[in-house]
């Protein structure tokens, strides 16, 4: 905008100039071919003056015109409506046309011309500096008018947002002045974002992530809880003109991509209203700004709790440092006050508003709707607002449960009495160590403490479990979440199942670790490690041809691979994988 308003107030500047210094010539010509011509008798003067004040009153537009501009140079608020532009560059393009021809027959006709000669030898002359001035000022004008018009035209009274997307959800917003005033965030870009159609009014949604959607709302905000309709956020203006013009259905959920579980997720209307329309009145006003979200889908999964919500959470609300106030559909309290009420507790210092049932009007001067996600347990720093990363959200999460131990402690430091400790996440179901005993004492026999334990409910205690190991091991599965509570440093291991899984496992768990700051190693079992031998013959495409199993679908594969699936691990084969974490940890 800063940019915009000093080109508006240049072509101002230079428009007067020119009009000034062609009117200051054309009076000069006027005077000087008066006396030329001696007009002594009363008839030859009326005939100069009425002919002279004919030419001049073709720049009275002209100095309106210009007038305009310089009331945008001094009070910087007027902004250009489309029909006024266009009425404003014909005016200038006739005028320019006008002075042209009229400095033509100065320079170039009859007695004109040497009197125009006469007066430049005689020295300094003020219809010479008129034509400079004309000329310069017209080229800049014109160079302002065809490459910055876009810039000028605006309504001082709209309320624009910007997006920046993001494969990963990033913002759309629009920042308030201290003097109330908005002003365009140019540290978004709009990529993949839907304009508005009349060009005036840029979108408050980025719908253009396959992870999620997002809402950046400033401004007059009141979100209306549901009942029988579905909830609505809406932006409040003072201009019918700016309103009603987009609506957006949100699915506040970081998931979007997965259809059969979004089917589940309850959408908010985002939309625009004017004030004293259909925008009601405010119930409740907060001073805080609100986060929109779901705890529907897969919450309940210890996975899909973190990649779905915490993370994304995390990223979109930390930066208030509690000063935010979480508004919830599909609110659930015993999972955001009981299972995790340690860090729902420190990421917002308000109780959660009920979306779905609290059927009240609530008012805000910012609200996000939706939650900013990367990928699955995944902050991507250069598109965080904050510049948040995975390191950043486990040292969160350890200081949010007093964790004590913040680096895994090196062997060298460590007395002999002390070896470093190793967890070994153990599951009840699927994707079993079949012989965890055996596993155990061969960590043991290398040096380390280990740990057994499959997780406890409780997440506040066993994160101290998992924050006093400096090593842990699991097969591929939610158990690994864990992770997040291990110290800087520590290493982690995971057992990758048979069946063609290694893409999936470094992405949901590889990637993660080494974005927290963490140390990862992976071990993929063989055919013969795995109880799939005991289901299925060495012919059957299970073991031949594991992509073709993948192509039959998520469902499919999973029900072969994950549920049906244990392991038996080779120690012969694991026994380098356990030497290379010691030497990790001598690093």
């Not at 990637?511 to 993929?524: D, S, W």
Request: some cysteine.
């Amino acid at each position: 905008m800063k940019d915009a308003k000093l080109r508006t107030n240049t072509n101002a500047i230079c428009t007067f100039l020119f009009s000034l210094s062609v009117l200051a010539a054309r009076v000069k010509s006027f005077r000087d071919g008066g006396n030329t011509a001696g007009a002594t008798k009363k008839k030859r003067i009326r005939k100069r003056i009425t002919k002279g004040a004919n030419k001049l009153i073709c720049f009275f537009p002209l100095v309106i015109r210009n007038s305009v501009h310089l009331l945008t140079f001094i009070h910087r608020q007027f902004k250009y409506h489309i029909l006024v532009s266009v009425i404003d560059d014909f005016f200038l393009f006739f005028f320019f046309f006008l002075t042209l021809r009229e400095m033509k027959k100065q320079l170039w006709l009859g007695k004109k011309m040497k009197i125009a000669v006469a007066s430049y030898h005689r020295g300094f002359d003020l219809l010479s500096l008129g034509v400079g001035v004309f000329i310069g000022c017209f080229i800049v004008s014109l160079t302002f008018l065809t490459m910055h018009r876009p810039y000028m035209l605006s309504f001082p009274s709209m309320a624009s947002q910007v997006s920046k997307p993001a494969d990963a959800c990033s913002l759309i917003s629009q920042r308030i002045e201290p003097n109330g005033k908005p002003r365009i965030s140019d540290e978004l870009s709009s990529n993949g974002v839907a304009s508005e159609d009349d060009g005036f009014e840029t979108p408050m949604c980025d719908t253009s992530s396959h992870r999620c959607d997002l809402c950046d709302i400033y401004g007059d905000v009141r979100i209306v809880s549901g009942g029988d309709s579905p909830p609505s956020v809406l932006r409040v203006s003072a201009s019918s003109q700016s309103a009603g013009r987009r609506s957006w259905q949100v699915k506040p959920y970081a998931r979007k991509w997965d259809r059969s579980v979004m089917r589940g997720i309850k959408p908010v209307d985002v939309r625009s209203a004017a004030v004293g329309g259909d925008a009601p009145p405010c119930a409740v006003s907060h001073s805080v700004p609100a986060v929109v979200f779901s705890t529907g889908g897969y919450v309940g999964n210890y996975f899909h709790d973190f990649a779905d919500v915490l993370v994304p959470l995390f990223q979109s609300a930390r930066e208030f440092d509690g000063e935010v106030l979480l508004v919830v559909s599909r609110l659930n309290l015993w999972w955001m006050a009981g299972k995790y009420g340690h860090y729902f507790r420190r990421i917002s210092k308000y109780d959660p508003i009920d979306l779905d049932n609290d059927g009240r009007v609530h008012c805000f001067n910012r609200a996000i709707v939706g939650l900013r996600a990367d990928e699955d347990l995944t902050i991507d720093p250069g598109k965080s607002r904050a510049g948040y990363t995975m390191a950043d959200f486990r040292r969160f999460m350890s200081s949010t449960y007093g964790l004590n131990r913040r680096h895994a402690a090196k062997i060298t430091e460590q007395a002999e009495k002390k070896p470093p400790r190793l967890l070994l996440i153990t599951r009840s179901k699927s994707r079993m160590f079949m012989n965890a005993g055996d596993v155990t004492q061969l960590a043991e026999q290398l040096g380390f403490e280990v740990v057994t334990s499959e997780g406890e409910h409780d997440v506040a205690k066993f994160s101290r479990v998992v924050n006093s190991c400096d090593a842990m091991v699991g097969v591929h599965g939610a158990g690994l979440t864990n992770m997040v509570f291990l110290p800087a440093n520590a290493v982690v291991i995971q057992v990758v199942p048979f069946g063609g899984h290694e893409w999936i496992a470094t992405t949901y768990f590889g990637n993660p670790a080494r974005g927290m700051g963490l140390k990862y190693l992976e071990y993929a079992i063989d055919a013969d490690e795995s109880t799939l031998t005991e289901l299925y013959s060495r012919d059957d495409p299970v073991f031949r041809d594991p992509p073709a199993i993948h192509k039959l679908g998520w469902a499919k594969m999973g029900e072969i691979y994950l549920n049906k699936q244990n392991v038996r691990v080779d120690l012969g084969r694991f026994r380098p994988v356990l030497e290379k974490a010691l030497e990790l940890l001598r690093d």
